[in-house]
């Protein structure tokens, strides 16, 4: 399967920005999906997670409140709605299926890590 990421740009602080994550290949719809961001010289942070049928979400702490995930199985896309976006969101943004939407930490299945997009911040 191959996961491509889009919409992102460079905004200003307390803008919102809508990700999407389009899946080819093989339908996504029965996987749990997860959005996952990373800051130049930092680990990869998880974000976000979706169950398969889009009734359970998971955020970190340190987006809670502000970012939504969503999907649309017909379209074999996840979203990710980003509202009051602060600078330390500044990071390329990727997508990937869950090996399980209760794996703890969040991880996600070989091969199924899609193409970033990136997010700037400015203050």
């Known amino acids: 399967v191959q996961l491509q990421a889009s919409g992102g740009g460079l905004v200003q602080a307390g803008d919102s920005l809508r990700l999407s994550c389009a899946a080819s290949?093989?339908?996504?719809?029965?996987?749990?999906m997860a959005w996952f961001r990373q800051a130049p010289g930092k680990e990869r942070e998880f974000v976000a997670k979706i169950n398969w049928g889009g009734s359970r979400t998971d955020y970190s702490d340190s987006v809670k409140g502000r970012f939504t995930i969503s999907r649309d199985n017909a379209k074999d896309t996840v979203y990710l709605q980003m509202n009051d976006l602060k600078r330390e969101d500044t990071a390329v943004y990727h997508c990937g299926i869950l090996v399980s939407y209760y794996s703890d930490p969040p991880s996600t299945m070989e091969d199924s890590w899609g193409q970033g997009t990136q997010v700037t911040v400015s203050s």
């Open positions: 290949g093989r339908t996504i719809s029965t996987y749990a």
